[in-house]
């Protein structure tokens, strides 16, 4: 079966500009993960959708970023505007549903540089 | 989630054995531990998950000890393709949603 499928893969921008990331999940996963990786850390969880509904956002800093997952399908994560600190990888990740016993499977990621 | 410990890294030998161990003494009775590893430049991967009894599958096998405050992760004979950061996670069973929270995790060298 296809993977997690992620564009763009490599990302430059300016600070205060804007930038958007797709995400297209397995087929038939329920939820929808975005995790920011800083470099030298691991993933950070952004946030989590169950089929379009967001069920964890504690971690977003929805000054400046949104996702939304229209359809329950695909997702797009944007961030509005971009600050040097938001330099890292974004990983989007999917289940098939958000169950403690059920693994996640993540894409290639989006590397993001701010300057 | 309970609180994970692991070495900040380990160091293999090729064909070698290796045992990558993982404190979580504040886990609950109904906490799974799930271990990912990830790449270089690679998104994290799924490796294994176990709750009370040691699991296996074709990546590694997963020991769980039998407090549950402890396990260990083996990999029977390391390549240069594990080379990689290991990562065990509690996640917290409670609650409407779940979730992985990721540590610094094991960087795993293998030597040639």
């Known amino acids: 079966e296809a993977g997690v499928a992620q564009s763009p893969r490599y990302k430059i921008i300016e600070k205060r500009q804007s930038v958007a990331f797709w995400c297209n999940p397995i087929?038939?996963?329920?939820?929808l993960y975005w995790y920011q990786q800083i470099l030298g850390q691991g993933p950070k969880l952004l946030i989590q959708?169950?089929?379009?509904?967001?069920?964890?956002d504690s971690q977003l800093p929805k000054d400046r970023f949104s996702a939304e997952r229209l359809k329950g399908v695909d997702s797009t994560l944007k961030i509005q505007p971009a600050k040097l600190e938001d330099s890292a990888v974004y990983l989007c990740?999917?289940?098939?549903?958000?169950?403690?016993?059920?693994?996640?499977?993540f894409g290639p990621g989006t590397r993001l540089t701010v300057t | 989630d309970a609180k994970t410990t692991q070495p900040n890294s380990m160091e293999s030998n090729e064909e070698e054995p290796v045992h990558l161990p993982c404190n979580h003494s504040?886990?609950?009775?109904?906490?799974?531990i799930h271990w990912y590893r990830q790449l270089p430049s690679q998104g994290p991967e799924y490796v294994i998950h176990?709750?009370?009894s040691n699991v296996n599958n074709r990546m590694a096998s997963l020991a769980i000890a039998e407090d549950r405050k402890s396990s260990t992760l083996i990999l029977h004979r390391a390549t240069l393709r594990d080379a990689a950061v290991y990562y065990c996670?509690?996640?917290?069973?409670?609650?409407?949603?779940?979730?992985?929270?990721f540590g610094k995790g094991t960087l795993l060298t293998v030597n040639p």
């Open positions: 990740a999917s289940s098939p549903r958000g169950d403690r016993d059920r693994e996640q499977y």
């Open positions: 087929s038939g996963h329920a939820t």
């Open positions: 959708f169950q089929n379009n509904g967001v069920v964890d």
């Open positions: 504040t886990i609950s009775g109904t906490d799974y």
């Open positions: 176990g709750l009370t």
């Open positions: 996670i509690a996640p917290n069973s409670g609650g409407s949603n779940y979730k992985l929270t």
